[in-house]
Nanobody, 117 residues
Framework: QVQLVESGGGLVQAGGSLRLSCTAS????????MAWYRQAPGKQRELVAR????????NYADSVKGRFTISGDNAKNTVYLQMNSLKPEDTAVYYC??????????WGQGTQVTVSS
C-alpha cells in the first residue's frame, strides 16, 4: 500500500502562482517516478508533468511548458508542482500519481485548483 498526501491547491487569479506538493509513504521502495495529472469538469484526466526519482528526468504537457515546473525531494519522498502564470483553463482537480516497478501504481485524493479570470 502507498499513501499519498497532497496539498497546495486553492483559488488564485489569472497570472498568479500556486505550488502543489505530494508526499508518498508506505510501500515505495520500488517507486521510479511521480507525476501530476489533472482533470477538468467534463474532460478526461491528462498528464501535466512527470519526474523520475532517479536522475530527475522530467516531461511536461505542451500546455504547461514554460509555466509549470515539477521537482522532487527524494529524501522526503515528495514531489512539487510550481505553477506560474496560471490561466483559467488550468482550473481542474490535480492528482498526484506514483509509478512503481511491477505495477500497483497509486493515485492521490486530488486537490482543487481554481483560476479566476
Amino acid at each position: 500500500q502507498v499513501q499519498l498526501v497532497e496539498s497546495g491547491g486553492g483559488l488564485v487569479q489569472a497570472g498568479g502562482s500556486l505550488r502543489l506538493s505530494c508526499t508518498a509513504s508506505g510501500s515505495i521502495s520500488n517507486m521510479y517516478a511521480m507525476a501530476w495529472y489533472r482533470q477538468a469538469p467534463g474532460k478526461q484526466r491528462e498528464l501535466v508533468a512527470r519526474i523520475s526519482t532517479s536522475g530527475g528526468n522530467t516531461n511536461y504537457a505542451d500546455s504547461v511548458k514554460g509555466r509549470f515546473t515539477i521537482s522532487g525531494d527524494n529524501a522526503k519522498n515528495t514531489v512539487y508542482l510550481q505553477m506560474n502564470s496560471l490561466k483559467p483553463e488550468d482550473t481542474a482537480v490535480y492528482y498526484c500519481y506514483v509509478f512503481r516497478t511491477g505495477g500497483g501504481n497509486y493515485w492521490g485524493q486530488g486537490t482543487q485548483v481554481t483560476v479566476s479570470s
